[in-house]
């Protein structure tokens, strides 16, 4: 049941961040940095460090392509990567560090940078953007992790217990 819930809030956070979201920001904020609310991916990042790496690489290419199809991208592809892969690797920390708020905040923040950084490589890589790297990390890449790691703590407990409960419902499969 809780599997299920899991769709129902990334598909929900999936129509939020194109419609309502953008509209919450301060436009004072914008006008000297972009920040983009990713809140799909701090789903998909927590899905990496409390469920398991592939589950997280499932759910971050399945919403990143409807990303990419749906918002942001000028090609197919890179929100839909980039997300996968950050989950992904936010998962190879699962159940191998000790799981507590300040390593959950840490590999989110991480996995927020390596994101926007991913996402920056791919489009200056095929030319979509020309801004300068110093540019794009002080004034998109850096106020917009820290506005998803934001998020990430007000979601934390929820979306722990969340997680708790799944673990509950089905036996952990041994690796």
Known sequence: MARKWLWVILTALLILEGTLFQWLI????????????????????YIGLYVNRHTALWYGLIFGFLQDLLYYSPMLGPISFAMGLTGYLAGLTHRRLYSNIIVSMLVIALGNLFYEAIVYGLY????????????????????????????????????????ESMHRESPAPEE
């Not at 301060?26 to 990042?45: E, K």
């Not at 890589?125 to 801004?131: A, D, G, M, P, S």
């Open 26 to 45: 301060p436009g004072v904020w914008q006008s000297r940095v972009f920040v983009a609310p990713h809140f799909m991916l701090v789903i998909v990042l």
């Open 124 to 163: 200056r890589l095929f030319q979509t953007t020309h801004l300068d790297l110093q540019w794009a990390f002080f004034h998109q890449m850096l106020p917009s992790t820290l506005f998803n790691l934001l998020f990430a703590l007000i979601v934390y407990v929820p979306v722990r217990k969340l997680f």
